[in-house]
């Protein structure tokens, strides 16, 4: 039996109904010298804040289109809309509604393909917000005391995921890669948070979702990572797209929208700390897991630009998205448009990486693969490690001192997780962090000399 949602908190509620009040596209309202835009946004999905939730909070948007005000004479207006997924921006775009949206790259091509049905200018993809190379943004958990322990136990399973989502393809590529195909077990349409709380109660077997949720129920104690979106090997993307209507009456507003976003992304990776604890604050989310995706080394990585391998996924995705009859047809290469961002100008920015020195080992944080992040409660910033051993003997330093969360890369994927909810194996005189059981048992079946530990065996291991 599903669960009911929760009531919206009053602060939420009025934000809504504010959101439906101000639904009209600047296409449509503005007139003399004022413009409107609205943007759809995904608070809680975490690796959009870029376009969305941070964007909002930092008010850059608003910043540079005042600026933009000073320069032609004209006021602007922002209108946000704040949604769960990105299917419900998709509608308002193609209602005329929303302008702007922010949205994971299989919304993101069912957007481009019924915008081009619907006929007319259709949309564009302008920009990328976070990605993942290997797909490690999506993830399938179960309830701890679950008897899964591999994707092919879920079979005949209830598994709580949002239908057309990058989680959801994520999970339909992943079982048919373990042989087990979508009929075989039974798929539960729901939204993230409903997902999640179905999970808590016990009325569904596995959650398969996007950012933030996975971390969010892991980090709360009810539940264990048994698929990593990584083990896929398929890039996974989240990205800005423009009612192209509004882009062509309005350039400036989208040329504003992306070097705003360009000021959150430099934000959000010279200040990830700070920029985890605005999001965390503005969406409800625990900060330390806001920080495990968008802080240095983080699951996601923000940058602005259209990468040629990230497009080619997106290429890639559009047979199996027909296959499983979400999406009909889509023309990629006018979808995909550069463009706004060539005008925009918009200069590097670096991703955000662990760095300094490890004070317990006494050595350079100089291997990303290696590079670990520990967050102890009362402190300001969080202390690099060099090595998951290097993290472990800092946290066994630190005695009583509570830690608020350590991060470490998986030994295989390289997929950030707390290292008190891994699967440790012990190599020799190496210590080694595994996100999956999948994962520590393929490394134990290659190295037969190493064995497996528990948090609490490689604490005391190091």
């Known amino acids: 039996m599903s669960r009911k949602p929760r009531p919206l908190p009053p602060a939420l509620l009025a934000a809504a109904v504010l ?71 998709t509608a308002q775009m193609l209602a005329d509604k929303t302008d702007i949206g922010s949205m994971g790259d299989y919304p993101l091509l069912i957007n481009g393909s019924r915008a081009q049905e619907a006929g007319g200018p259709g949309t564009r993809l302008v920009s990328i917000t976070g990605y993942n190379e290997l797909g490690a943004l999506n993830s399938v958990v179960v309830p701890n005391a679950s008897p899964a322990h591999t994707l092919a136990d879920l079979k005949g399973r209830k598994v709580s995921t949002s239908v057309g989502s990058a989680a959801d393809g994520t999970l339909v590529q992943a079982l048919r890669k373990a042989g087990v195909q979508d009929s075989d077990i039974s798929k539960q349409n729901q939204q993230p948070a409903i997902g999640a709380s179905a999970l808590q109660a016990g009325s569904v077997d596995a959650l398969a979702q996007f950012v933030a949720w996975p971390g969010l129920v892991v980090f709360g104690g009810g539940a264990r990572l048994l698929y990593d979106g990584a083990a896929l090997g398929r890039p996974t993307l989240h990205g800005v797209v423009v009612r192209q209507k509004y882009g062509a009456a309005h350039p400036e507003v989208v040329e504003a929208f992306l070097r705003a976003q360009a000021d959150a992304t430099r934000y959000l990776n010279e200040q990830p700390l700070a920029a985890s604890r605005q999001v965390a604050e503005a969406t409800g989310l625990a900060p330390e897991v806001v920080h495990l995706y968008n802080g240095p080394n983080g699951i996601a990585t923000f940058a602005l630009p259209l990468r040629p391998e990230l497009l080619a996924a997106l290429r890639d995705d559009v047979p199996f998205l027909k296959s499983v009859g979400v999406l009909k047809a889509l023309d990629l290469d006018t979808f995909v448009d550069p463009s706004y961002l060539a005008k925009a100008a918009l200069p590097d920015i670096a991703p955000a990486r662990i760095t300094g020195t490890d004070a317990v080992c006494g050595r350079p944080v100089d291997d990303p693969a290696k590079a670990g992040e520990i967050w102890f409660d009362g402190e300001d910033a969080t202390r690099p490690a060099a090595t998951p051993a290097c993290l472990l003997k800092a946290v066994r330093a630190a005695g009583d001192k509570k830690v608020r969360a350590a991060y470490v890369p998986d030994a295989a994927t390289g997929t950030r997780w707390f290292a008190d909810k891994d699967l440790w194996a012990q190599d020799g005189a190496e210590l080694l962090p595994f996100t999956t059981e999948d994962g520590v048992k393929a490394y134990l079946a290659a190295h037969p000399g190493a064995r497996q530990l528990s948090y609490q065996e490689a604490l005391a291991a190091s």
């Open 19 to 89: 959101a439906g009040l101000t639904g009209c596209s600047a296409a449509d309202a503005s007139s003399g010298s004022a413009v409107e835009v609205v943007v759809g946004y995904q608070s809680k999905t975490i690796n959009t804040v870029t376009a969305g939730t941070l964007l909002r909070a930092r008010g850059y948007f608003e910043q540079q289109l005042a600026a933009e005000g000073k320069k032609n004479g004209r006021t602007y207006k922002v209108s946000w809309q704040d949604y769960d997924s990105g299917a419900p921006i």
